[in-house]
C-alpha cells in the first residue's frame, strides 16, 4: 500500500506548482520507499552471491545504486536488464576478478531484478505519477534483452565500461570527460590511448555512479580528476560541494 504522506506530498506540491524543496522531499521519499519496499525485497528472494559479495551488499555500490535511483529523476536512465546486469558486473569489481564471478547467475539475478522493479512500478499508483511527472514511462523499461548480448557485453572490459559510461551521455554537450579504464586482465590502468572512452557530459554535475575508484578521469582541457564529492544524487568533477561526501581523491 503506496504510504500517506507521499500523497499527502503530492498534493502539496500541486497546490504550490511544484516548489522545489517540496518537489525534492517528495522524490527523495519516493527513492527510498521504492528501495525500501521493491529493490530489497527482491534481492533478498533471490539470494545470489557474487565473489563472495551478497547481492544486498552489492546493491549499496554506487555504478548499480546510481543506476536504479536515477529511474525516478528527471536526466535518469530507462533501465533494461543489460544496464543492471552491467552495473552490478561493476560493483562487485567482475571486471578484475572475472574467473570468480558467475555470469550465468548474475545475468539471471539482473533480469529477475529489472522485472520485479517492473512490476513494483506497475502496482503503484505513487511511483507511475511520480514518472509522469518525469516525462518518463515504466513500459520503456525492459528485462528481455537476450542473455547472449548481456554475456558478450560483460565479458569485454571495453564493451562493459563503454556502456556503462556511454549511459551518462548527453549529445547535446560539447563538454567531455575522458575516462581512463583497465584493459582485460588487468585491474589497473596504464593510460594508454586505446583504453579510453570521450564521454559528451556537464563535467560540472554528473549522475551518481560515475566516478569509481581504479578508474581515470580527464576533462578536455587535460586536467585530471583530482578529487570528487557526492551530494542529492550527483558527482562533481574536482569541487568543493559544501556537506558533500568526498567520493574520489588523490
Do not use: C
Amino acid at each position: 500500500m503506496d504510504t500517506d504522506y507521499l500523497d499527502i506530498g503530492f498534493r502539496l506540491v500541486g497546490t504550490a506548482r511544484y516548489v522545489d524543496a517540496i518537489d525534492k522531499y517528495v522524490n527523495r521519499k519516493i527513492i527510498e520507499q521504492f528501495w525500501k519496499k521493491v529493490v530489497f525485497p527482491a534481492a533478498i528472494q533471490i539470494k545470489d552471491s557474487f565473489d563472495y559479495i551478497p547481492l544486498t551488499q552489492a546493491l549499496t555500490q554506487y555504478p548499480i545504486k546510481g543506476l536504479i535511483n536515477s529511474i525516478f529523476r528527471q536526466d535518469g536512465r530507462r533501465i533494461t536488464n543489460l544496464d543492471i546486469a552491467v552495473a552490478l558486473y561493476i560493483s562487485i569489481k567482475g571486471h578484475a576478478s572475472k574467473e570468480r564471478v558467475p555470469k550465468t547467475e548474475l545475468i539471471e539475478s539482473a533480469s529477475i531484478l529489472t522485472k520485479a522493479i517492473i512490476n513494483g512500478i506497475s502496482e503503484s499508483k505513487i511511483y507511475k505519477r511520480e514518472l509522469k511527472r518525469l516525462d518518463k514511462d515504466y513500459k520503456d523499461f525492459s528485462y528481455k534483452v537476450h542473455r547472449d548480448i548481456v554475456n558478450e557485453t560483460i565479458s569485454s572490459n571495453k564493451e562493459l565500461f563503454s556502456h556503462h559510461f556511454r549511459s551518462f551521455e548527453e549529445e547535446s554537450f560539447h563538454d567531455f570527460l575522458k575516462v581512463y579504464y583497465p584493459k582485460d586482465g588487468q585491474s589497473w590502468i596504464d593510460w594508454e590511448p586505446g583504453q579510453t572512452l570521450t564521454v559528451n557530459i556537464d563535467s560540472t554535475k554528473i549522475p551518481e555512479g560515475f566516478f569509481l575508484l581504479g578508474f581515470d578521469y580527464a576533462n578536455k582541457e587535460g586536467h585530471f580528476l583530482k578529487k570528487s564529492y557526492r551530494k542529492d544524487g550527483y558527482e562533481y568533477f574536482n569541487k568543493e560541494i559544501n556537506n558533500g561526501e568526498l567520493i574520489w581523491a588523490l
